[in-house]
């Protein structure tokens, strides 16, 4: 079985003294249950795995009557340390409150009860940590697969990873491209859509929601105003409700919207959002066109592999703590500006329907300090750039 290095990561935060709940965020099907599963066999002592998917919202004696039977087989047995696991926790209800009473419970006990949480919308986890558990958590992000990983799980080439995207549950129907595109539609990005954003938010407009994820995700990579996708919509409301529920669907991990670099913050949340999907299979389940028909255009080709790009920047800026941004200026453009610290970078890919780089050469004249890097043809390879961590790029 496949091991995530993120494994041995919170392997070792668990081993340490008990200090702090240590909260796993990231979206549907990246790997956390199994990750989780996976550390009961690394760690040297007892542990308990439970899911709150199943467990009714309103159950509001379920959690704490798993962390009482844990105290009670810790008593039975003579054992000096334990690791829980609640996964799904954020489906029940004033769930942070009774973390905090059972936690702070154990604190004055002595009792060592090391405590994992897990929960597939960021939103709602971060809000009850704010909310109730402030100083009392460290929290770990979990991210798509990247093409590395699904290199190495299951020995997919560039193209594969272009196409497929980093889904590992959806790899083994990949022969049969109908089958694998149900898979997500249904499996993946309605459950999410469903249980993630709509079970557990109030979204007046559902079908709209459902709606500006598909021509997001459609339009992946490319810079489309509110106001263009309301003239596509029926129904649309107005640019507030859409950029409500695109943050709704970037907290799952779903579609995000990049925002233009300007130097100044007045410029940069006034700007028209480039879409950008966070796995590139939700890009692909939106098109007609086969695997093999996008190996034979390049017109397809560069679409998705802008995509990919952006996918894999977007991700990586979770754990990275970088900015991301896209930069326009009347007819020249560069694909993607990463910031940290002041130091910026700007990054053009580059496929072979692009034959200049005006935007690069235009965004260097302005800012002279910049970084400027090209991905693709004439520049560092897609493949090879796929398996940076853009944060070694500062």
């Known amino acids: ?47 308990r ?6 467990v009714s919202a309103s159950d509001v004696f379920w959690l704490s009557q798993v962390w009482e039977s844990v105290r009670m087989r810790m008593k039975a047995e003579g054992l000096q340390e334990f690791l829980l696991i609640i996964d799904e926790v954020q489906k029940l209800n004033n769930w942070s409150e ?16 090391k405590v994992i949480l897990s929960g597939s919308s960021r939103l709602l986890l971060q809000t009850g940590l704010t909310e109730s558990l402030a100083g009392r958590f460290e929290l770990i992000h979990f991210t798509h697969w990247s093409f590395a990983e699904m290199q190495a799980a299951f020995g997919w080439d560039i193209w594969q990873y272009v196409y497929f995207g980093g889904y590992p549950g959806a790899a083994t129907l990949i022969a049969d491209e109908k ?21 557990l938010t109030r979204v007046d407009k559902p079908a709209l929601l459902k709606k500006l994820f598909e021509l997001g995700s459609y339009y992946s990579g490319q810079i489309l ?13 107005n640019t507030t409700t859409l950029s409500n529920y695109l943050n709704l669907l970037n907290d799952s991990g779903l579609l995000g919207g990049i925002e233009k670099y300007a130097g100044n913050i007045v410029s940069i949340r006034s700007s028209s959002p480039k879409f950008q ?23 397809l080709w560069g679409r998705l592999a802008e995509s990919a790009i952006g996918a894999h920047l977007l991700n990586s800026k979770i754990v990275g703590n970088y900015n991301l941004y896209y930069w326009r200026e009347g007819n020249n453009e560069v694909d993607f500006v990463l910031e940290k610290k002041g130091k910026v970078i700007g990054l053009e890919v580059k496929s072979g329907l692009k034959t200049t780089n005006k935007g690069l050469t235009a965004f260097r004249k302005k800012y002279p300090d910049a970084k400027v890097l090209l991905v693709g043809t004439g520049g560092i390879p897609y493949e090879e750039f796929l398996k940076i961590n853009p944060n070694n790029l500062f």
Do not use: C, H
């Open 277 to 299: 999907v966070y796995n590139n299979a939700l890009l692909s389940i939106q098109w007609n066109e086969s695997f093999n028909e996008m190996r034979l255009s390049p017109e």
């Open 49 to 54: 795995y439970e899911t709150a998917d199943a």
């Open 225 to 237: 105003s509110f106001n263009k996708v309301l003239g596509q919509l029926l129904d649309a409301g």
């Open 179 to 199: 089958r694998w595109k149900d898979y997500v539609r249904n499996a993946l990005v309605e459950t999410s859509i469903s249980k993630d954003i709509l079970m």
């Open 98 to 113: 009774t973390v905090k009473k059972e936690w702070d419970t154990d604190i004055r006990n002595d009792l060592n009860i």
């Open 1 to 47: 079985m496949i091991e995530r290095v993120d494994l041995q990561f919170i392997t070792n935060r668990i081993k340490e003294p008990k200090r702090f709940i240590q909260v796993v965020s990231g979206p549907r099907q990246t790997g956390k249950t199994t990750m989780l599963l996976q550390l009961l066999d690394k760690v040297p002592f007892a542990g």
